[in-house]
């Protein structure tokens, strides 16, 4: 059995005091209270970008030191970045942002080498893959313009297709940031999506991504048996903040083909008062 916690959008702050921050970090410790003792069962979290709400030191600092604190040490964290880890306030392209990214992650003594280069490839549990998991960069590291769009640059999408190739008789997760499905949504998709779509068509199993705010769900769709979106996971829903666990039964009858073995539903931990909205 194989676990994976999706986060996403946790827009993490200068300090714990704000909303998101005070929120992120409620949740990261429930996600260690409730999942780190699981016997028999691997146990991931996959957390699919904007950890933070801009490159700024004080946004990075609240993250490394009271959000990711709770989940690195304690599960294999599977992560990628959103377009605004890579962007000043707003939306806008800080040019160092991609190298502080990696930096944040190396000063949480994020457990493996960070790559530089994506698609990042892993396999778990390592040396028996029955399921690989491939990280995606959709954070526009070239558009200056003040928008939220991603791309998925022609190497990437060469390589990616070179790792499905290799993985085609396992279980295979895609995670990524920008939503793969609405192409031509101003704020929502990226460039190049529909040409990922075809190199994941009848290849991937399972996509998680996140970036519009919205949990839902889709089946069948662009030739992948199931596609699920996180919403922001800092963001009370009614009193609570709301997360999905993903169980992967990899012992199940027919397991890799559609969504044999495949169990999902959504986690909730009661928010802070405070952070909720005023009726």
């Keep these: 059995m194989m676990k994976i916690i999706h986060l996403s959008d946790l827009h993490v702050r200068k300090n714990n005091d704000k909303k998101d921050s005070k929120n992120a970090i409620a949740l990261a410790q429930h996600v260690k209270d409730q999942h780190e ?3 028999g069962i691997e146990t991931l979290v996959v957390i699919t970008g904007d950890l933070v ?5 004080d946004h990075y600092t609240c993250l490394q030191q009271e959000v990711l604190t709770h989940l690195i040490p304690t599960f294999r964290c599977l992560i990628v ?11 806008r392209l800080d040019p160092a942002g991609p190298g502080r990214f990696r930096e944040l992650l190396k000063a949480a003594e994020y457990p493996t ?29 070239r558009d200056k313009a003040p928008l939220a769009n991603g791309i998925i640059d022609d190497d990437q999408l060469k390589k ?7 993985c085609a008789r396992e279980f295979v997760v895609v995670y990524l940031h920008h939503h793969p499905i609405y192409h031509k949504s101003l704020f929502t998709g990226f460039r190049e999506s529909e040409d990922f779509c075809k190199v994941v068509k009848n290849r991937a199993n399972l996509i998680l991504f996140g970036h519009k705010h919205n949990r839902q769900s889709f089946y069948d769709r662009k030739g992948v048996p199931l596609m699920l979106a996180s919403g922001k996971v800092s963001k ?40 909720l909205k005023k009726a």
């Excluded at 709400?53 to 030191?57: A, E, G, L, P, Q």
């Excluded at 990616?160 to 290799?166: A, E, P, Q, T, V």
């Design 53 to 57: 709400h801009s490159t700024s030191d």
């Design 37 to 39: 003792s699981a016997p």
């Design 113 to 141: 080498d960070y790559p530089t280069v994506y698609p990042q490839l892993e396999e778990v549990p390592a040396g028996r893959a029955k399921v690989r998991f491939i990280g995606v960069d959709t954070g526009d590291k």
């Design 81 to 91: 970045p959103g377009n605004h880890d890579y962007s000043k306030v707003g939306c």
């Design 236 to 275: 009370p829903e009614g009193d609570a903040l709301v997360y999905r666990v993903i169980e992967l039964d990899t012992e199940a009858d027919g397991f890799g083909k559609g969504r044999n073995g495949v169990r999902f539903y959504a986690q909730e931990t009661p928010a802070d008062a405070s952070t």
């Design 160 to 166: 990616l297709g070179g790792f499905l190739r290799r």
